[in-house]
């Protein structure tokens, strides 16, 4: 039995309602209690900002593209390298570090809980491989379906119970916790070298459009009443214009689910852009934010871009294609057999760049604009828009008017004429960024009752607590000191535990991967489906045998079953 | 008893589909692999126990003392080598890197010999690539160029290209071209609907007339590239650009000829170029069955493929100094440690003859051309025989190795573990 007291915390936990309230947390046994007996150890936060752990609900850090990005980029991994030390192993790497960084520099800053955004099936042994390896965090993969023969063709047949029957057997196999789609069909138009254009493009050969894609697998999601809602990468990422396409996208959305969104746009600053070409490339924040604002059934992230070096992976083959005409770097492309595909570059977003200061802007716009911060919430779609050690700067930014002016000065001249930015005066306060960094997060993900992202009794022990008094900084004009105190945790309590302390990581931890297995009828299971076993037997490379995940590979196994109603 | 679905740890193929028939724990037939698969899981003479070397002679000594004499030998290293690798599973390769890690050591693959240059390439361009379903579903135009699968990779052809079911082809066999590129006129050529035959060190030219042609320049091209008609070239380039599909799985034969990581450079840049036209890819064909999850493991856990050197306690990088065969011939390195490979079989005689010089420990079920230099030789179980463990096919694909059959002989990673929880010990003490 370990006892632990955190005593005189300034508590903001946005789920309980609790704003600002100094209080104790007792924590017994890796958990949340009502009280500790007299022989707790003590740790006293002296009225520092108390927070749950922080959740990161769309982030890529483990998995076969995510190690392809530091395959082909040594000069990443010299850019960022730490010796062993103590019980900590080396680490390597900026913007793709290796397992150990990301697992490191996530628990300096206080986070305990990672989303891998895009796991394909076919290879999710990989991704739980290296979700063993990042000790400090539990894990959980979205999984890629946006390309996926046997849904598609049953799209095709109007049968969305076989959907929803392929996506739970496949979860079930692959151990993934929610449904991922990204570029829905155009995954597999460009294993033909092509594309969809928007929603209503059929895909070559199945004769599905995204519109439909979406909108069935969003009917199947909640069939299999799965903690989390569909995780959508809209049609047409980084094109002029493609605000349209975004919008028609969420506009195809009902109101399913009462306790959580039924659809989570993410990245939405890459799907908000105006103009006809890049020449007249401009902001389109507003009208989301708008469309967004009026829809409790969708919570979209950021996906902020900061300036600098970074690199990005997505399993949207076809964009980074176009990414790869336009920058002239290295580019890798891995398509993966009925499922889904990758692409990786590198960047660099430059504030002497029009397109990039934009793209920076309505990153901002889009958290400034949505009224309710529980809709928008704080990613850089890590690594795409930058790397997650910029998550302070982007605290900073959004809680400073003063600090966004002054990068404002810094940036392509042109960008005021484009941009609603500067027009905005919201601060953000305190309360909503811990929306926005954990509690919002933790909701939309659907794993608040699994004890994550609050402080209440039973909720799993993960505290971040940031030498930062709020009664004492003024974020708006001392914002340096929110991004001090963001960046380095005074105490970072992972399952009871100190991991992290002033910037150190203390111990080698062991995570647990949470995964989700819907309880579908008899006639609805495909593992005994004939003619879903003859198609996998005759176009997989790999036997049907040999395709699931087994247990081995979770350190800690989470998994949440569902009652399908199927 | 018979064993389905089991997965062949032969070759980068990975082959998943094996049927091993088992009686008194001994494997009596193998069904669906090819012969190389086949001998593999038909077994030679295993080691029964550690050896000791000892004057001229052997002794056989247990698994605690040998796994002590290695941890012992790490401990007291100065630069110590960890290298192989390629022929284990992946968990114990993770443990291979806390091990070098903890030693501030030097731990290489077998890629530094192998497709270590085509690594390079891909970290200077990229890799345009996919998964081989993608090719058996889709190709209608596939080119082995410097690889020769019947010899190296022979269920290659019928799993995933010349005879195997494509969804999108009507008749695969019929509808699915071949182009075989090499020096000279392999069984794998004779069975090309193209064969183009280059002379030795002429990749890298003829690579640039393709690229040439296919960006329209065919009037540069002369009328011979490195023995290459202009003609065909013309026909081959077209070929390409017509093709609804194509794929291009490359071996040694390219990497490790004059021009090495240039002409796998200029060969993905021929394939990024053709992605303007039609669809295009192109992989490496990897031989040991997971040398890939090798490259994959050392990548998630220091940020490099291989040649990764941990002296200055941070993971650093440098092929051509810090891959084994340099550390060898520098006469650098005052132990090694060898997992899952033959160096001996390999390597340079100036390599070997520092091998020799040096305690050596290997971890090998069978004496191979390296027991000559070893001091002590641990037999292990094999992965995928009698153990289980991750395998990363040629694709990156990763797969859970069966076991077929039980033995007392402890895995690798059993191994392996015990000596890292020795040394940990020693040097908390």
Redesign the interface.
Known sequence: MTELLVKNACVIDPLRGINAETMDIAILDGKIVEEVSDAAEVIDARGMLTLPGGVDSHTHI?G?KV??G?????ED??AG?????GPL?????YSV?????NSYRYSVMGYTTLLEGAMAP??A??TH??FV?TPLQDTMANTLFDGNWGIMEAIRDGDTKRVAAIIAWTLRAVKGFGVKLTNPGGTEAW???KNVSCIRDPVP?FEVTPAEIIRSIVEANELLGLPHSVHLHCNNLGTPGNYSCTLGSLGLIPDLNEKRQTLYATHVQFHAYGGSDWKDFCSKSEPIARFVDMRPQIVMDMGQVMFGRTTTMTADGPME?NL??LHHE?????????ET?SG??PVIYRRKNLVNSIMWAIGLELALLTKSPWQCLLTTDNPNGAPFVKYPEIIGLLMSKKYRDAEFATIHPDTEARVPLPAIERELDWYEIAVMTRAGQAKALGIQDLGKGHLGPGADADVAIYPIRMDEVDPSAEYQKVIDAFSRTEYTIKRGRVVARRGECLVDGSNATFWVSPKVSEAYDMGKDPDFIEKFD??????M??YPV?E?YLNRNRCIETEARI | MIV??A?CPFCGCLC??IEVEVEDDRVVAVTNACELGTTKFMGEKRMKSPILRDGDRWKDITYDEAVQYAADMLLSAERPLLYGWSGTH?EAQ?VGV?MA??VRGVIDNTSSVCHGPS?LA?????????????V???ADLVIYWGSNPIDAHPRHLS??TRYA?G??LENAFRDRKVIVVDVRKTETASIADEFVRIKPGGDYAVLSALRAIVQGKTDTIPRTVAGVAREQLIRVANLCKSA??GAVYFGLGLTMTRGKYKNIRNAIELV?EL??H????ISAMRGHYNVYGS??VN???????FGID?S????F?NPGETTAVDILARKECDAALIVGSDPAAHFPRKCLEHLADIPVVQLDPYPNATTAFCNVQIPVAVTGIDA?G?A?RMD?????TRKVLSTDYPSDREVLSRMYALMREALER
């Open positions: 483990c076969t190690n392809f530091r395959y082909m980029s040594p991994m010299r390298r730490t010796p062993r030390q192993h080396a680490t390597s790497g570090p290796t397992t150990y960084g076919l290879e042994r990989h491989e290296e390896y294993q033909w070298g050969y294609f790869y005409r290295k580019w890798s492309n891995h398509d993966v057999e009925l595909g990786i570059i005759r176009y997989y490379t790999v036997r045998r040999n087994q081995e | 389905k679905d997965v998943d589909d992946g993770c806390h890690e903890l690594i891909i970290q200077e361009v990229g890799h345009p690539g996919c998964t081989l379903g993608v058996k579903n889709r799993r995933y079911e969804f999108f609804k599909f990024s992605s303007r039609t669809k295009f890819t490259n994959e990548t998630w856990m220091t940020g490099y493929p941990y200055r306690g941070i993971a990088y289980e991750t990363y990156g694909v990763p797969i859970r």
